[in-house]
Each structure stands twice: as C-alpha cells, then as structure tokens.
C-alpha cells in the first residue's frame, strides 16, 4: 500500500506554480498541455511532421481562437503533437492596469493563466466531445474522418499544466527553437510510444 500524505488523502494536490507570483501581470509564459493517460489523440509525426487529425485540428484551430477571446494575450510559437500541445502566451497589459477604477479592489482571476488554460481546455474538450457524437460534423463545420470516440465524461486533458515563466530573450529564442522543432525529436520523447 502507497503511503500518501495528509493532503493526497484529503484531495488536495500540491500546486506546481511560482508561490507568490500574479500569473495575470504582463509577461511570455511557455505552456504544456497533455492529454490525459498521454492518449495520441491529436494526430501523429510522419517524417518528422506533425500530422493533424480532426481532433488535433480542432485542438490547433481553438488555440488560435484565444486571443480574440481574450483581448489582452498574443501567441508567440505553438505545436500540438499527438499527445500534447506546447506555446507561448503573452500576457501584453494586465486586464485591471488598463483601467486605474479597479485599483484596491476584489480582482477576478478571469484573466490569468489559468484562467486562459482552462477555457482553452474547457472548449477543446467540449468541440471535440461534439465532432465525437457527430454535431459539428452533421453541421458541416468539420469534414475529417471520424477517429477515436472519447469516454464522453471526462476531459481530454490531463488535469493540471506545465508552465515557465520566460524571462529574458535567450529563454524566448530557445523556448521557441524547443517548440518548433519538438516533432523531429519525437522519437527522442522519453513518453512516445
């Protein structure tokens, strides 16, 4: 038997973010997104070429999406892969520094990075969970092959997410050279498989 502490008994999970850090004020953040149990749902590498699916596509097509919901971010470099999606957020103004009205008060979380992840994660899930039972396909929005049905009652993600904050140029150049060529080392991946 596994001897967990305290907080894995009772659900509670040690948090993986920067302790004191405001993830809404302006910066480049790299993220990591799995897909739960590593599943390959987003397509595959061929030669070195990430290869889209339907759901990969619709994985790639919802992150572009994010910054006309959130007015505040631009994406710097991003890849989804077939098990994971890797990029770059920039946070360009704090929501609450564009209008001094909101100084001293209660601040919502809705523009943060986890706020960003989680509706990301939220539509992905929900866009593929309607390509699987065919709304988006009978309404025409989508024409790929049907590919592997989800368990409808769960995310497709991993429950948590990786992030870095980058801090300086050299971090960006090599963070983005890391993402755009994450396919040709796809082999080297300790988790393919």
């Given at each position: 038997?596994?001897?967990?502490?305290?907080?894995?008994?009772?659900?509670?999970?040690?948090?993986?973010r920067l302790?004191?850090?405001?993830?809404?004020?302006?910066?480049?953040?790299?993220?990591?997104?799995?897909?739960?149990?590593?599943?390959?749902?987003?397509?595959?590498?061929?030669?070195?070429?990430?290869?889209?699916?339907?759901?990969?596509?619709?994985?790639?097509?919802?992150?572009?999406?994010?910054?006309?919901?959130?007015?505040?971010?631009?994406?710097?470099?991003?890849?989804?892969?077939?098990?994971?999606?890797?990029?770059?957020?920039?946070?360009?103004?704090?929501?609450?520094?564009?209008?001094?009205?909101?100084?001293?008060?209660?601040?919502?979380?809705?523009?943060?990075i986890g706020?960003?992840?989680?509706?990301?994660?939220?539509?992905?899930?929900?866009?593929?969970?309607?390509?699987?039972?065919?709304?988006?396909?009978?309404?025409?929005?989508?024409?790929?092959?049907?590919?592997?049905?989800?368990?409808?009652?769960?995310?497709?993600?991993?429950?948590?997410?990786?992030?870095?904050?980058?801090?300086?140029?050299?971090?960006?150049?090599?963070?983005?050279?890391?993402?755009?060529?994450?396919?040709?080392?796809?082999?080297?991946?300790?988790?393919?498989?």
């Amino acid at each position: 038997m596994k001897n967990y502490s305290k907080n894995q008994r009772n659900g509670n999970r040690k948090s993986i973010r920067l302790k004191g850090y405001d993830y809404s004020q302006e910066g480049l953040y790299f993220i990591t997104l799995c897909c739960r149990d590593r599943k390959h749902l987003f397509g595959s590498i061929q030669n070195g070429i990430m290869c889209l699916n339907a759901f990969g596509s619709i994985a790639y097509q919802t992150w572009m999406e994010t910054p006309s919901i959130r007015l505040n971010i631009a994406l710097g470099a991003f890849i989804v892969m077939p098990d994971h999606l890797h990029g770059i957020i920039e946070i360009k103004e704090a929501v609450e520094n564009a209008n001094n009205e909101n100084i001293g008060k209660f601040r919502s979380p809705s523009q943060t990075i986890g706020a960003i992840i989680r509706g990301y994660k939220g539509a992905t899930t929900k866009r593929i969970k309607e390509y699987s039972t065919g709304e988006l396909h009978c309404r025409g929005e989508l024409q790929f092959a049907r590919t592997e049905l989800m368990d409808l009652d769960k995310s497709i993600w991993q429950r948590n997410y990786y992030e870095h904050i980058i801090r300086n140029d050299r971090a960006l150049y090599n963070i983005t050279n890391y993402i755009i060529n994450n396919p040709q080392e796809w082999k080297k991946d300790k988790h393919h498989f």
